[in-house]
């Protein structure tokens, strides 16, 4: 088989294509692209701005490098056919804070079409010009939002930040790619990203390496953005501790991958036969509600399910992944409870909040699931410290996923696990993970304690002798 091929246009085949007249140097522009590539006192040109505005293929990737004008870049290419009739174009962040924060799309959007603000609904975060098309914002920052775009048709798709989407999300959203019989639009999806983020692998593949000349790659970067300070911008660059996000944000090098150095995606085999088991354990990770006092999304609650076979492999069989109120929360545990419970013995276990909090949810846990198989457990370790077990048993093949039909959270799952211990990159999966994986590994017998039967001192008796049995992943000791 052939090495891939990356499909990039550098900086000096886009001067040649315009000197041969294969890119023109003054594509579209509609009325409403207030802001150009080119500065007007200076005339200095952001080349790479002109080879996005200009490329005519269906999938097209800018970046590469922080300051190459990646998003003033997507909002130009956004406004380019917003006086066609019936036009419609989304613009997508994964968050709506990454979406609606100073500098970000909305807010370059609304500065430019300033003299248009009436045309601006905060409500839907929507333009909606006189006698032209729609500028839709929106966001996906759970694989289920995608749904949310169900029935859409736009003919111009903007992710910005794509490595911070999945494919299967980058996927569902093309289908919305469409346009009706005569209308003038060409039908585009333009990508602007840097490497690094849990998609890193899925877009380097797709765009870097792919060779298909729909889904070409625009390099750029600080050197390329006649409008920004580079030199400051330089040295906040190079002051990045981490010696991969370093390479990657100052080079824009797709090759300078790593992970959080606690696992390793081959490591998780996926199968589509269980074996026969007795007992099994859902473990929660709980969030904070829906938003925090700032306005920025909560943590996510995470439900994992274990089972256990008698030759000692673990199998992640379900994960439930959501945001809720306090009250909605217990509800969606206690379901989830009846559901596990009815397939076989299971044990329900949560973290318990240090302090006061973890008092007062120990005192309405246990009242409101009595007669369930629950514990609440707290921990005075670290999340390193938690996940060190599981991941030395995924390590030697111990940790299996069970990929039914249908499951869609495990590759989002095994995203997140990969960059463990990654600054700025969520853990909550991995935090509910490995308190079921701790508590599986560690339990022989039968279940442990049913809610309010029987004394805390009993349980710790319990799985102390447990322990002592065990070795660090769970086998039995000789």
Known sequence: MSEPVATEITEAEIRQRIESGLINPNPRRSKYNTHWFKDVQTGQCNIQQLALLCYGGKELLFG??????????LVMWACQYLDVPGSATLLLRRTWPQLSKAGGLIDIARSWLAPWKDCW???????????????????????????NYQGDEYQRIGFDELTQFTDTIYDYILTRLRRR???????????????????????????????NPQCAFIPSSLADNPFIDRTSYQVQLEAIRDPVLRKQMLEGDWD????????????????????????QVRSWDIGGGIKRA???????????????????????????????????????????????????????IEEKPPGEAGIAREETRHKRFAGHWYRLQGSQKSKE?????MSSSAQVGQIKFWAKRGQTWIDPCLQEIVLFGTHGVPDNRVDSMSLGYNALAFHRGTVIVRSGQLDPREIEKSLLNN????????RRRR
């Open 181 to 211: 019989e005569g209308l003038d639009v060409p039908l585009q999806v333009r990508s602007a990203s840097n490497p690094g983020n849990l998609g890193h692998q899925w877009v380097k593949e797709r765009f870097i390496l792919s060779g």
């Open 467 to 474: 322990r002592m049995s065990t070795d660090a992943l769970g």
């Open 256 to 279: 300078a991958e790593g992970s959080g150095g606690w696992f390793e995606k081959d490591w998780f085999e996926k199968v589509v036969l269980l074996p026969k088991t007795e007992f």
């Open 294 to 348: 700032d306005g920025r999304d909560s943590d996510p609650s995470v439900g994992t399910l274990w089972t256990r076979s008698k030759e000692g492999i673990f199998y992640v069989k379900d994960q439930i992944y959501f945001r809720a109120t306090p009250g909605e929360t217990e509800n969606r545990i206690e379901r989830a409870m009846i559901t596990d419970e009815a397939e076989m013995r299971t044990l329900t």
């Open 385 to 389: 410290e938690r996940a060190l077990a």
């Open 64 to 73: 590469g490098r922080p300051g190459g004008g990646k998003s003033a870049g």
């Open 121 to 147: 609904n905060e409500q839907k975060r929507l333009f909606t010009m006189p006698g032209g098309g729609t500028l839709q914002f929106g966001h996906c920052e759970h694989e289920g939002d995608k749904y």
